[in-house]
């Protein structure tokens, strides 16, 4: 499923009250939002782990 309305990602613990203001939100090229402190902390534990491309998180798409 393709389209190019945002969809909004479940949410981590730091997120449960909501993203706040737009400044601080990520859409990846698969369309999911995310809480720009959150998917920079998972892309980076990714690269710790041994070097893992950058994907979404929850659909694994590529983000490059």
């Known amino acids: ?4 309305t945002p969809r909004p990602s479940p949410r981590t613990n730091r997120t449960r009250r909501g993203m706040g203001s737009a400044a601080r939100q990520v ?3 698969c369309k999911h939002v995310f809480h720009r402190p959150c998917v920079l902390r ?3 534990q990714r ?4 070097g893992a491309p950058a994907d979404c ?3 694994r798409s590529p983000i490059a």
Do not use: F, H, T
């Open 1 to 4: 499923y393709k389209s190019d």
């Open 27 to 29: 859409i990846l090229p």
């Open 42 to 44: 998972w892309m980076n």
């Open 47 to 50: 690269r710790a782990a041994g």
């Open 57 to 59: 998180p929850v659909c």
